[in-house]
């Protein structure tokens, strides 16, 4: 695993680490995911968990941990949270400081099954979030049935936010919707100063992305602060 820091730009503190799966000699992660299939996605998204909250004890990451999960491989939310319970329980990490997001593109697929595992994921205590939002054409239909703690704003849609006004404009409508529903916003990909001082403008408070720090191979990266 690498970890990613997502800052609090108000509090000037990191909120929480993402983790994001990496080879065992730091190789990326589309080395990685090439080799999972149907035959070993559920072994690969269990270990991913497992792993994730092992190295982010051993780091002694006091922040909340995010991780990534793919919903395919979630065939009963219930039974398949266990081993995280179990990992978080052994290694002393509080089962409320760990958030667990999933790509837009992802939850395309089945919004019914995803939305049985946010609120299974919800009522076992843990955090939610729709990753890429923006990136694909589900997102609404999901805001509708389920909302998440968070939603993480696609790279794509913010990129060069500062010098673009509909970017601009689709951004300051999502965050009133965000607003209306509960839901805290993620600005990540964020590359530039004035990537940031323009998402700050429309009210976002949390960021990940370059600008902030790169993912650092199993332990927790130096990051900028949001002031300077």
């Known amino acids: 695993m690498a970890f990613q820091p997502i800052v609090d730009a108000v509090l000037d503190r990191v909120f929480a680490y993402e983790a994001l799966v990496r080879g065992p000699n730091g190789e990326p992660a589309a080395s990685v995911l090439s080799q999972v299939d149907d035959t070993n996605r559920y072994v690969f998204d269990q270990a991913c968990r497992v792993t994730a909250v092992e190295m982010a004890s051993r780091l002694g990451m006091r922040e909340h941990l995010s991780i990534n999960f793919l919903p395919n491989a979630v065939y009963e939310p219930h ?11 052994s290694n002393n990490f509080p089962v409320e400081r760990i958030l667990f ?7 395309s697929r089945d919004v019914s099954h995803l939305k049985q595992i946010f609120e299974e994921y919800r009522r076992q205590g843990f955090a939610t979030a729709i990753d890429d939002f923006g990136a694909g054409h589900s997102g609404l239909n999901l805001l509708a049935d389920f909302q998440p703690d968070f939603v993480k704003l696609d790279m794509q849609l913010i990129r060069g936010i500062d010098a673009d006004r509909p970017r601009q404009v689709i951004v300051r409508h999502i965050m009133a919707m965000c607003l209306e529903l509960g839901i805290t916003a993620i600005a990540e990909g964020i590359e530039t100063r004035e990537e940031y001082l323009a998402l700050g403008d429309q009210g976002v408070v949390l960021f990940q992305g370059f600008y902030f720090a790169r993912p650092a191979f199993e332990s927790l990266p130096h990051w900028r602060l949001a002031v300077a």
Not at 80 to 89: G, V
Not at 101 to 107: D, G, L, R
Request: charged share 30%; aromatic share 0%.
């Open 79 to 89: 039974r398949c949270l266990q081993t995280t319970l179990a990992a978080a329980k």
């Open 101 to 107: 997001e999933v790509s837009e593109s992802e939850s």
